[in-house]
């Protein structure tokens, strides 16, 4: 039976004592439930290998405790947390066969070689592999994505208590990538093993996660289910990270009821107060805000409408189900090209055309200005 994994305040500061010290995680604290896939997502360097690599005891974590049921493993020694782990470069043995790699494990653990032959035939069919079992050749006879499943199924082989999978499909092309992930959740729910994924590809962590979390330099910054974090971001990092998020630049005007009115530039929006992501005290006229609107929530026409901001066309993608448009607005509204999802092509419009944008009501959210990268 699984359990649940737990990070209490968790701290890990490489070179501590030295003259360059990493404080590569902060006060990291959540629980990932028994049997979950979960998703940590993060830019480069926010400390996701960190943490992987202190979950298996890798690392020894400056402070805190992580907790597997009511067990505290942190001073555990790392062969015997029973955690397998599929390393960011998931280099496999050349000189073995694919049956030896994925046996390394039980081979270790001195495991009796009927129940060695048992349990790597098992694995491999759950990967899919039955067939390359067969032939069984060096793993430099596979393709990318076949010696992918050779290193998970390594990690699968003595039945780990939790399993970690870091940037596991780096190494693919795109749409090897996309299958390999459904087939990861498929095998993680078949085995029911608690996992951590790690990935910097938000879709990626979006498709395959029941939750994620969202880290940055080290602190964790939201955790949820992909929709939570799409629908209800709690800050403009998380919003743009999770999907895209365009900015424009406002001044609170005043409080009217349960509507916020913003200035930007000459124009007024109106945002409900309900989708104010920053402290209500920012909401005093006068306050600098980002409004925050989606692709799909902005309009694109060519003529000027009620409430909206001049841009110019900078490119028109047509990218089947809806049509992009790429568009330069004023450097004092927005400091990024903004990108517009319409259904179909709009007519008239073409690149090199000025243009104006227009919010969708009740949509826009209100961030605060703070770190916003
Ligand atoms: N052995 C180490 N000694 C000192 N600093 C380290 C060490 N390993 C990692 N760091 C630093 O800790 C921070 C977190 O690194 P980590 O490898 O956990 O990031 P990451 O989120 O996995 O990044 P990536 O997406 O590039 O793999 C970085 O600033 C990194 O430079
Ligand atoms: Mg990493």
């Given at each position: 039976m699984s359990q649940n994994l737990t990070y209490e305040a968790v701290d890990k500061i490489y070179d501590e004592k030295g003259k360059n010290p990493v404080h590569a995680l902060k006060d990291v604290s959540f629980t990932i439930n028994a049997g979950e896939l979960f998703c940590l997502l993060g830019p480069s360097g926010c400390g996701k290998t960190t943490l992987l690599r202190s979950t298996a005891g890798l690392e020894t974590i400056s402070s805190g405790r992580m907790m597997y049921g009511d067990v505290d493993i942190s001073t555990i020694p790392p062969y015997k947390r029973n955690i397998g782990m599929v390393f960011q470069s998931f280099a496999l043995y050349p000189h073995m066969t694919i049956f030896e790699n994925v046996a390394y494990g039980l081979r270790v653990r001195k495991t009796p070689d009927a129940e060695v032959k048992r349990k790597v035939t098992e694995v491999m069919e759950l990967v899919g592999l039955q067939e390359e079992l067969k032939r069984n050749p060096s793993p430099t006879g596979l393709s990318g994505g076949q010696q992918q499943r050779v290193a998970i199924a390594r990690a699968l082989v003595y039945d780990p208590d939790i399993l970690l999978l870091d940037e596991p499909?780096?190494?693919?092309?795109?749409?090897?990538?996309r299958y390999m992930r459904a087939e990861i959740r498929r095998i993680q729910k078949a085995t029911n093993i608690t996992t951590i994924f790690v990935t910097h590809d938000q879709e990626e962590a979006m498709a395959v996660g029941d939750r994620l979390a969202v880290l940055k330099k080290g602190v964790v910054e939201q955790i949820g289910t992909s929709d939570e974090l799409y629908t209800q971001p709690r800050n403009a990092f998380v919003s743009n990270f999770i999907g895209k998020m365009n900015f424009l630049e406002s001044t609170i005007a005043g409080l009217d009821g349960d509507m916020v009115h913003c200035k930007i530039n000459g124009t007024e929006l109106v945002v409900p107060v309900e989708k104010c992501r920053c402290h209500m005290d920012r909401l005093a006229a006068g306050h600098e805000v980002?409004?925050?609107?989606?692709?799909?929530?902005?309009?694109?026409?060519?003529?000027?409408?009620?409430?909206?901001?001049?841009?110019?066309v900078k490119i028109i993608q047509h990218l089947?189900?809806?049509?992009?448009?790429?568009?330069?607005?004023?450097?004092?509204?927005?400091?990024?090209?903004?990108?517009?999802?319409?259904?179909?092509?709009?007519?008239?419009?073409?690149?090199?055309?000025?243009?104006?944008?227009?919010?969708?009501?009740?949509?826009?959210?209100?961030?605060?200005?703070e770190g916003r990268e």
């Open positions: 499909l780096a190494n693919l092309d795109a749409k090897l990538r980002l409004v925050g609107a989606r692709p799909e929530m902005l309009v694109v026409s060519k003529e000027p409408v009620a409430r909206s901001v001049r841009g110019t089947g189900q809806f049509v992009r448009y790429e568009v330069d607005l004023d450097r004092t509204i927005s400091e990024t090209i903004f990108e517009i999802d319409m259904p179909g092509m709009v007519r008239g419009v073409h690149e090199h055309d000025d243009v104006y944008i227009s919010v969708k009501p009740d949509v826009a959210a209100l961030f605060s200005k």
